[in-house]
């Protein structure tokens, strides 16, 4: 039985209550027992660049956006261990977009549009396959460090335990530690060397399960005809929240009594192995083939493929960085402090990362003009964007991020140059919706590329990136391979695209792995072109030795 204490925050949080996550992020500060102000307003600014639900501290340079996001902040400001806790054992959890089942994307995108189709259709629920997926997900065996050793380990506890059990088809006593134990149908899963999702990613809750029973909770009272019947994980996983966290679900606006008849709960009825999952240990054994670029349909080599795809888009090659003669002039001793970034990084990395930085800097200034507003996506520290405030003093610098810890680094940067053209925002790329000129990325890893080109075509923004990770793109959950018409209308399949970019990550041939990222860089240039960027460049960081992953690209509407 979980107990949270009231806390008190000095974070605002502005949203409207229409929004969904807003909504659902005030209604996860109450289960946490946060005291949490909200206002649709904040003094004179609606924060209209960030998608909400956003959370502001009084005198704080920085906004932060994103339900994720602003619900991990909520848990690291408190000093309560219970609640850090459900952050994970290294408190990564919804720290970024890392895994192939990205519960980030299920709760800010999949799960709002659910709900808002709900809103439209009159509370029908027409389309479940989210609901099934996450159902499915929860038969699947946990993915936790040493799972065999573990689960070894609770097999000899389990056998103790079930020996002294005199009913084990009632579910009594729920209060004691790792009840758990007591199901014969864990002590098989554990016999086979598993362990089941209990709850969303193993034995114990996490901000995950309190999110995910949110947002099913919200779902059964927007809809008039969910039912469980065909989602029975997610049923036996709702009523284990409910007598989980019974003592706090008066903290919140939940219509307990519906969700509990929707869900056919009767207490007498409940056994320990209810509890237990019917877990699906043969899908590690043999998993669903995910296409990594591994194999190619028409049976080429690898460097066939990359013959094959030259000749069909006419090999492509890299320009002459179009900025060189003023990075050739350009004194780095000139610079204040905060600008240089050989005062932040160790002194081994000091020359290379000057002239990935000068590289990426120089571009941006070649396509940028007064009054520009130029976003730094995933900036980490700042080192691109604030060179960029110093060096553009009449332009506004964005450094947007996800992970608060980089954006730290860069508010003492900021403070020591005394700043005023450059602001700091605390979220995911998507969350961003404000108006740019310019947008910039230097190392932007897999598919992030790919959203910062999305974000600056709907803006017809200029942009410099500098790609990087690229056989990570396989992973992206909103883009179709490859991107151009050019090769689509060449015939090049999406597993050969992969194949490529997995060479330009992986291969040992220094050639065929250029060949491969000036590929998959190319496509990316066309669909510029093909969306109507008149000036395009694909050319190199300065020198190439720099960096491994050197490609730069950039185009703006003009000329």
Same mark, same amino acid.
């Given at each position: ?6 806390l008190?925050t000095?974070?605002i949080l ?9 909504e ?20 004179n ?21 994103g ?16 609640? /850090?806790?459900?952050?994970g054992?290294?408190?990564n959890l ?11 994307f299920v ?20 389309n ?5 997926k996450?159902?499915?997900?929860l ?20 056998k103790?335990?079930?020996d ?11 209060n ?7 199901s ?8 086979? #060397? ?6 969303? /990613? ?11 029973f949110?947002?099913i909770?919200?779902? /059964?009272?927007?809809?008039t ?25 008066d ?14 709960y ?28 591994r194999?190619?349909?028409r049976g ?15 090999n492509?090659? /890299? ?25 932040f ?5 000091t ?15 070649k ?9 730094d996506?995933?900036?980490? #520290?700042?080192?691109?964007?604030l ?24 508010k ?7 700043l005023g ?6 979220c995911s790329?998507?969350q961003?919706k404000?108006r740019?000129?310019v947008?910039v990325?230097?190392?932007?890893c #897999?598919?992030s ?5 999305s974000?600056?075509y709907?803006?017809k ?12 793109i ?13 090769f ?6 999406t ?12 291969s ?23 969306? #109507? ?13 720099c960096?491994?992953?050197n490609?730069l ?7």
């Amino acid at each position: 039985m979980e107990t949270y204490s009231l806390l008190k925050t000095d974070y605002i949080l502005a949203g409207s209550e229409e929004d969904v996550r807003s909504e659902i992020c005030f209604t996860v500060a109450n289960f946490f027992g946060f005291e949490l102000e909200r206002r649709n307003q904040l003094g004179n600014e609606t924060y209209s660049e960030l998608i909400p639900p956003i959370l502001v501290e009084e005198g704080a340079p920085f906004l932060h956006s994103g339900l994720c996001i602003c619900a991990r902040l909520l848990l690291m400001s408190s000093n309560d261990h219970t609640l /850090t806790s459900l952050l994970g054992a290294k408190s990564n959890l919804l720290k970024s977009y890392e895994s192939l089942c990205d519960w980030r994307f299920v709760f800010e995108v999949q799960f709002p549009k659910l709900i808002g189709e709900l809103a439209a259709n009159g509370g029908v629920l027409s389309n479940c396959n989210l609901l099934i997926k996450i159902d499915q997900d929860l038969k699947i065996p946990a993915a936790v460090f040493n799972g065999p050793g573990l689960a070894k380990k609770l097999e000899k506890q389990c056998k103790n335990i079930n020996d002294n059990i005199s009913d084990p088809k009632v579910f009594s006593n729920h209060n004691i530690s790792k009840w758990f134990l007591c199901s014969r149908k864990f002590h098989s899963i554990v016999q086979s #060397g598993f362990i089941p999702n209990i709850y969303c /990613t193993g034995l114990t809750p996490t901000i995950i399960d309190i999110l995910l029973f949110t947002y099913i909770a919200k779902l /059964t009272q927007t809809s008039t005809d969910v039912s469980f019947e065909n989602i029975p994980e997610i049923r036996r996983w709702t009523i284990l929240m409910l007598l989980a966290f019974e003592d706090l679900l008066d903290r919140i606006t939940i219509n307990t009594s519906l969700l509990k008849k929707k869900l056919r709960y009767d207490i007498n009825l409940l056994s320990y192995d209810f509890f237990i999952p019917d877990t699906d240990v043969g899908y590690v054994k043999n998993p669903p083939q995910i296409n990594q670029g591994r194999w190619l349909p028409r049976g080429l080599s690898k460097q066939d493929l990359i013959g094959m795809v030259m000749k069909a888009v006419e090999n492509p090659s /890299t320009d002459v960085h179009p900025n060189s003669d003023w990075m050739a002039h350009f004194n780095w001793s000139s610079l204040p402090e905060f600008a240089d970034v050989s005062h932040f990084v160790p002194e081994k990395r000091t020359d290379r990362k000057r002239e990935q930085i000068l590289s990426i800097v120089s571009a941006c200034l070649k396509i940028s003009r007064p009054g520009f507003v130029i976003v730094d996506f995933c900036s980490g #520290g700042g080192h691109v964007g604030l060179l960029l405030a110093h060096l553009l003093p009449d332009c506004q610098i964005i450094l947007l991020d996800n992970k608060l810890e980089s954006l730290e680094e860069a508010k003492k940067r900021i403070q020591m140059g005394g700043l005023g053209n450059i602001k700091m925002l605390h979220c995911s790329i998507e969350q961003f919706k404000g108006r740019f000129d310019v947008g910039v990325s230097l190392h932007a890893c #897999g598919p992030s590329t790919d959203i910062v080109l999305s974000m600056c075509y709907k803006q017809k923004a200029s942009f410099a990136v500098c790609p990087c990770c690229y056989g990570n793109i396989r992973f992206a959950e909103n883009f179709q391979y490859p991107r151009s018409g050019l090769f689509k209308r060449k015939d090049i399949k999406t597993e050969e695209f992969y194949l490529l970019t997995k060479g330009a990550d992986n291969s040992t041939d220094v050639d065929q792995r250029n060949d491969c990222m000036n590929l998959v860089d190319f496509d990316r240039l066309q669909e510029a072109k093909e969306l #109507g960027y008149k000036y395009t460049v694909m050319t190199k960081l300065q020198p190439e030795s720099c960096s491994p992953k050197n490609n730069l690209i950039m185009a703006s509407y003009s000329e």
